[in-house]
């Protein structure tokens, strides 16, 4: 069957060959090499800052309280990074299990302690924390402070605002191409200019 060819299929190469103008067609002409590169850059930088809270290294936390100050004010964002705790680090934990508060975050310094159980305090407070966080509870320490950053984040992490974001990812990737580039794709082209 060497010498049959059909409408919209490549006849000089071997093999499978989709036609330009099918659903299947459609998704090969958008996964070019330039978004295969720029999808691979996105998912590196994804692995890269994975969120604390899904076993990742990195973290970002909204200050809400004024225990920190002057350290940390109210509405500030901290970026957090998981590594080995000391003395004199200022840490982000979440609040023990069987304590009051039990899992709610709380961003203080630690004065003492070990893994088993740190002493932490406010910078801003004059006695220590009733909680003894072990490395277990402990989501990062503090690396870097974004003024009043906190309050966009608080936004961005909203649900509206996630799906608003996936609303307008699918309608760039769905979004029909004009009419002159489809024909010229799938090999349809009208004479322009005889009536």
Known sequence: MTGLALPGVRADLPGRHV???????WLIRRLDAATFVQTMLVVCLILVIWP??????FGMVMVAGNSMEPTYMLGDAVLIWKQPVEVGDTIVYRVPKG??????????????GNGFGWITQGDGKASPDTWTPSNHDVLGVA????????????VTR?????????????????????????ETR??????KGIT
């Open 19 to 25: 036609d330009a103008s099918s659903r299947s067609g």
């Open 52 to 57: 604390t809270t899904f076993g990742g290294r």
């Open 99 to 112: 304590a009051f508060g039990e899992g709610s975050p709380v961003i203080h310094r630690v004065v003492g």
């Open 143 to 154: 690396r870097f402070r974004i003024p009043l950053a906190g309050r966009m984040l608080a």
């Open 158 to 182: 909203s649900w509206l605002f996630i799906a608003m974001l996936g609303g307008i990812a699918a309608g760039l990737l769905l979004w029909p191409d004009s009419e002159d580039d489809v």
């Open 186 to 191: 799938t090999g349809r082209h009208r004479a």
